[in-house]
């Protein structure tokens, strides 16, 4: 077997194993440094528009340079999993994404088979599985690999999915056929996230300032809310789906998954909201089990659901 042909033959392979794990995209780029994007990240930080993710700031020159994570890497295999299952209804409302089990988990492991698969039909083969706690650009290796375009939210688009995707990285130390890059910006004239979102988090085409931002606020920050956000949740208690809700290509293309482990747990799209104000810590425990919202830990979401009723008139 040639080397091209070779290569032909495990790239092949890996979208195949792809998709028979259950991953609905996965686009191939070459691995190499991000100057121009890694640019605006470091400008992005330089403004402060992370907040209080100073994790961010601790590896950025591994997000510029997947070399710096990975030193072997030759191939980045971007995947995506569409996660959309309706848009939140309640007066307390939860994020489409963390209506099921925690995609961490999922996404991860099935990278990881992924990986083993791989490696026990190309045996020397070496890799690396990452989902979004990894210092690793996803989304723009995703564009990268063909997968979709980055909207003006700063979430990925796909033609067919929308933006309602999970995204995942297998880093390689081998050589792959690459995707074209999907080089269109699709969202032309429109500003329909910008002008949806109630705190004016999205400052900029393609900017988000996450001090603003609502799923920023209700996950990652700790402690009390800024005074000036403190009633500016909007009924949101966990993350926030306003700027993606209103995308065009979301209300066109957004289709329901058919991943049973991102299935909306009733215990949390039904919740009244007495029910959410007379949450135990026993209860927090049981419903988001195996579940992305316990990143807010239970004093997070009981602070939550406390601010929104200082922005209500009507309960």
């Known amino acids: 077997m040639s080397e091209i042909e070779k290569i032909q033959s495990i790239t092949h392979f890996i979208k195949k194993k792809a998709h028979e794990l259950g991953f609905d ?7 190499g440094p991000l100057d121009e994007e890694g640019s605006r990240l470091r400008q992005w930080l330089d403004r402060g528009y992370h907040a209080t993710m100073n994790w961010m700031l601790s590896r950025v020159n591994e997000r510029r340079d997947v070399h710096r994570y990975f030193p072997e890497a030759k191939s980045v295999v ?30 991860k492991k099935r990278l990881i088979q992924l990986l083993k698969d791989i490696q026990e039909r190309y045996p020397g083969v070496k890799g690396i599985a990452c989902v979004d706690t990894s210092p690793v650009m996803e989304k723009v290796w995703a564009q990268r690999g063909g997968i979709g375009w980055i909207g003006k939210h700063t979430n990925l688009i796909s033609r067919d999915y929308g933006s309602w995707l999970f995204l995942g990285e297998l880093i ?40 603003k931002c609502i799923s920023y606020l209700t ?4 402690g009390e809310l800024p005074e000036e956000m403190a009633d500016q949740l909007h009924d949101w208690i966990y993350g926030c789906d306003i700027c993606q809700e209103v995308c065009p290509w979301n209300i066109k293309f957004g289709r329901r998954s058919e991943e049973v482990a991102f299935s909306p747990r009733s215990d949390i799209v039904k919740k009244t909201v007495e029910e959410w104000e007379s949450l135990t810590e026993e209860e927090y425990k049981r419903i988001f089990r195996k579940s992305a919202i316990k990143r807010a830990k239970f004093e997070g979401i009981k602070r939550n659901i406390s601010a929104n009723f200082l922005g209500r008139r009507e309960i």
Do not use: Q
């Not at 995209?25 to 691995?31: M, Q, W």
């Not at 995947?79 to 939860?94: C, D, P, R, S, W």
């Open 25 to 31: 995209k996965v686009g191939i780029a070459p691995a």
């Open 78 to 107: 971007s995947v995506a999993m569409n996660y959309f299952h309706g848009t939140a209804k309640e007066k307390l409302k939860i994020s489409n994404y963390a209506w099921g089990d925690d995609y961490h988990v999922v996404l």
């Open 172 to 211: 390689l130390d081998c050589e792959l056929e690459h995707d074209s890059p999907f080089e269109e910006d699709l969202c032309g004239s429109c500003t329909a996230c910008i002008d949806a979102c109630p705190t004016g988090a999205v400052v900029d085409d393609y900017i988000v300032d996450a001090n």
């Open 219 to 222: 996950i990652e920050h700790r």
